[in-house]
């Protein structure tokens, strides 16, 4: 079964407006989460890491105040796409692991946001 | 910043072909993880590697690291149509925990 859960699995809404995506740890708690944007026919490529706790850690480009992180919990992290605009469009997906590296990476299912 | 190349790009075979994806890295790969995506959808774990020279396998599917882990591989034995998708292989940052620089992707078609 799933590790890592999205919600929505869809979702439009039009410009101007802020929409919110939750991503979830089952079973394990994790303190690090991490947000991708995947574009049609393209890889993916990190916008964001979650920290539980503290401030996210954003990638260069990413604007912060568009793309707002907060990872309350230890098994859940939010990313809040504010005054969304269509070129705002896309595929995001989290993901999230047991603890830090050589253990494996889990993703959930993406969100798909449609900006109209 | 570590880059991940793949190839093919893309690939059509006869269902119960052998195919073969490569992931070339631009550094040394501390960890190599692979997964497998249908369009829209989510990222199956497939396998990781870790080793120079780690070789895993699961029911049809082997990956392999190579000695100099900048180069890893994944091999379909006798390919069907379930296996279409997109393959995406991702590399570890050392010590930067869990996040992942992924390579183009091999998107992959059987034929009936």
């Known amino acids: 079964g799933a590790v890592v859960s999205q919600h929505p699995s869809r979702v439009i809404c039009k410009s101007g407006t802020s929409v919110k995506i939750e991503c979830r740890s089952l079973d394990f708690q994790a303190t690090t989460m991490f947000w991708y944007r995947q574009f049609p026919k393209q890889s993916l490529m990190l916008m964001a890491t979650s920290n539980e706790g503290s401030k996210a850690t954003y990638e260069q480009g990413v604007e912060k105040d568009k793309f707002l992180i907060n990872h309350a919990s230890l098994t859940l992290s939010t990313l809040t796409v504010t005054s969304a605009h269509p070129e705002d469009s896309s595929f995001y997906i989290c993901?999230?692991?047991?603890?830090?590296?050589?253990?494996?990476?889990?993703f959930g299912e993406g969100s798909w946001l449609t900006v109209v | 910043s570590q880059e991940l190349e793949q190839s093919p790009q893309s690939l059509i075979v006869q269902e119960g072909k052998n195919l073969t994806i490569n992931c070339t890295s631009s550094k040394t790969l501390y960890g190599l993880y692979w997964y497998k995506q249908k369009y829209g959808e989510g990222l199956i774990f497939l396998m990781m590697l870790q080793k120079g020279g780690e070789e895993k396998s699961h029911e049809k599917i082997t990956a392999k690291l190579d000695e100099k882990k900048q180069q890893s591989s994944l091999h379909i034995t006798a390919s069907q149509p379930s296996h279409a998708g997109t393959y995406l292989c991702?590399?570890?940052?050392?010590?930067?925990?869990?996040?992942?620089?992924f390579g183009g992707g091999t998107r992959l078609m059987v034929k009936p």
């Open positions: 991702g590399a570890e940052n050392n010590n930067a925990g869990n996040m992942l620089t």
């Open positions: 993901s999230a692991s047991h603890g830090t590296v050589g253990n494996t990476i889990y």
